[in-house]
């Protein structure tokens, strides 16, 4: 089993920051693929970002140049993903879900573990 915890989130005026952090932990994900998605009201849920347990990242067009996202392995049972937000628009508004997918090259698709989510409000 494996429960994601995310933290961060929050209010924050156009051309601001949040960052976002999401634990995992419990067994049998050492290789996996961690990502955040996000889901504004009245529209489909969206990949955002993911980052591989070797690094490998991918970005939604929409928030590549503005968005970073990043992991710490550091500890076998416990792998943290972040994701660092800059020049937030209105339209980054949404509520903001961590995921992790098993496996070496997992398939897209809105499958796997999901955390809670967290509300990211952005106002102009």
């Known amino acids: 089993q494996v429960q994601l915890v995310e933290s961060g989130g929050g209010l924050v005026q156009a051309g601001g920051s949040l960052r976002l952090s999401c634990a995992a932990s419990?067994?049998?994900?050492?290789?996996?693929?961690m990502g955040w998605y996000r889901q504004a009201p009245g529209k489909q849920r969206e990949l955002v970002a993911q980052i591989s347990s070797g690094g490998n990242t991918d970005y939604a067009y929409s928030v590549k140049g503005r968005f970073t996202i990043s992991r710490d392995n550091a500890k076998n049972t416990v792998n943290t993903v972040y994701l660092q937000m800059n020049s937030l628009k209105p339209e980054d508004t949404a509520v903001y879900y961590c995921n992790l997918k098993t496996g070496l090259a997992p398939a897209a698709g809105l499958y796997g573990y999901w955390g809670q989510g967290t509300q990211v409000t952005v106002s102009s």
């Open positions: 419990g067994s049998g994900f050492s290789i996996n693929t």
